[in-house]
């Protein structure tokens, strides 16, 4: 008689407690990356480089242009600096004005007022970008102020100008390991503020 070999395989009990030592290490991990978290904070990083980017385009326009205006259009003068107030908190435009974002041309009738077309080699940004997270209900980006959305803000006073936004994330916000919004030098303690003068 020959004899016949037979291969052993897994049991169910051993399919199972591998089954259980993958759940463990997969929720561990997604607990430790923390993919929303993560989300925020590329969000806030597009914030940072994107106000970095106006902050640029407006100081090339203010050494460039002969007649700067902050105003708008052929170089008007600015008179920009009200903002809106909700709830404790105050931030350019407001809840009405502010949603509508979406226009983000570069002639001065953008939600940026400068006339950036007027640099004697052009605009150096194509459009003016919106918030990575505009029209999105306030959550993170504003949690002290009521039906108000994720958006940049502009406001200028003269030649003086503050461009805003709210981080979301808690490494960038207010309190958070960056605390960009505290280390700013501007007057509000939970905005991010970039400018030639940061208490408009």
């Known amino acids: 008689m020959k004899n016949i070999k037979r291969s052993r395989g897994f049991t169910l009990i051993e399919l199972l407690v591998v ?15 923390n993919p929303a978290e993560l989300i925020r904070q590329a969000r806030d990083s597009t914030r940072l480089s994107d106000l970095a980017a106006i902050n640029s385009a407006i100081s090339l326009y203010l050494s460039d242009v002969s007649s700067p ?19 404790t908190t105050e931030y350019f435009g407001g809840p009405t004005t502010c949603v509508a974002n ?9 939600w940026v007022s400068v006339d950036l077309a007027t640099i004697s080699a052009g605009s150096p940004l194509p459009r003016l970008p919106l918030d990575p997270n505009n029209g999105v209900s306030a959550g993170d980006c504003a949690a002290d102020v009521t039906s108000t959305i994720c958006y940049y803000a502009f406001g200028c006073d003269g030649t003086n100008y503050e461009i805003d936004a709210v981080m979301e994330s808690t490494k960038f916000a207010d309190d958070g390991g960056s605390a960009v919004e505290d280390t700013d030098g501007g007057n509000e303690p939970d905005v991010y503020e970039v400018g030639s003068k940061l208490d408009l």
């Open 69 to 87: 205006g902050l105003g708008g259009p052929d170089g008007a003068s600015c008179t920009n600096a009200a903002r809106c107030t909700s709830g």
């Open 102 to 110: 979406a226009v983000n041309t570069v002639d001065g009738n953008g």
């Open 19 to 33: 089954i259980a030592i993958l759940a463990v290490l997969a929720t561990a991990v997604i607990l430790v990356l």
